[in-house]
Each structure stands twice: as structure tokens, then as C-alpha cells.
Nanobody
Framework: QLQASGGGLVQAGGSLRLSCAASGRTFSIYVMSWFRQAPGKEREFVAGIRWSDGRTDYADSVKGRFTNSRDNAKNTVSLQMNSLKSEDTAVYYC?????????????????WGQGTQVTVSS
């Protein structure tokens, strides 16, 4: 089970921090990623982290602005979002998949959080 939190309303240029806590059964080797979906658009990959070694991958649109990190003890992943733009407005989802490969395709993920709204006003 995944529980996402931290969304909200922020002005362009501002920052937000999202968190996703995993509970229940977890895989020994897995990846946790963030996706987002804006109205009328497909769900897109934002960032992912390989739990075993903390390796991260980012979509080009967020590189240099977003930072994905994990807390092993709390089974939590956090997405620090800086220099937010209006085009970052979307519902953000965390998701988990088994294995060691960060995959940008939503259907490869086996569990999803409930989504948290991020709205960036210009």
C-alpha cells in the first residue's frame, strides 16, 4: 500500500515536497517512481529511484529542478520540487514495481498511491 502526501497550491518559482510511504508487503528489490497526470493528458513519468542503491532517474522536463530521495528506515520516498512551473500542474502519483530497472511505462508498476494534486499558479 502506498500513501502519497504533500501536494498543494504554490506560485510559479516556488517549491513543494511530496512524500510517499510504503506499507505492507514490499519486494526485496524494487523501484519507486513518481508519475503525474494533467487534465486531458496521459500519465507521464517524473522520477524514479532504485531502492537498493538509491540510483535516480528523471524526466528531462524536471531535471535540475526535482530531487527524488529515499528513507530506508521509514520506507518513504520524497520528491523535492523546486522552481515550479505552471506546466508542472498535475495530479502526482507514486508507484512501485519489482526489479531494479526504473521504467517510464506506467503499466509496468504493480501498486499505486492515491494521487496528490499539485497546482502551480503563474
Amino acid at each position: 500500500q502506498l500513501q502519497a502526501s504533500g501536494g498543494g497550491l504554490v506560485q510559479a518559482g516556488g517549491s513543494l515536497r511530496l512524500s510517499c510511504a510504503a506499507s505492507g508487503r514490499t519486494f526485496s528489490i524494487y523501484v519507486m517512481s513518481w508519475f503525474r497526470q494533467a487534465p486531458g493528458k496521459e500519465r507521464e513519468f517524473v522520477a524514479g529511484i532504485r531502492w537498493s542503491d538509491g540510483r535516480t532517474d528523471y524526466a528531462d522536463s524536471v531535471k535540475g529542478r526535482f530531487t527524488n530521495s529515499r528513507d530506508n528506515a521509514k520506507n518513504t520516498v520524497s520528491l523535492q520540487m523546486n522552481s515550479l512551473k505552471s506546466e508542472d500542474t498535475a495530479v502526482y502519483y507514486c508507484a512501485v514495481k519489482p526489479g531494479a530497472t526504473v521504467n517510464i511505462t506506467p503499466r509496468t508498476y504493480s501498486a499505486w498511491g492515491q494521487g496528490t494534486q499539485v497546482t502551480v499558479s503563474s
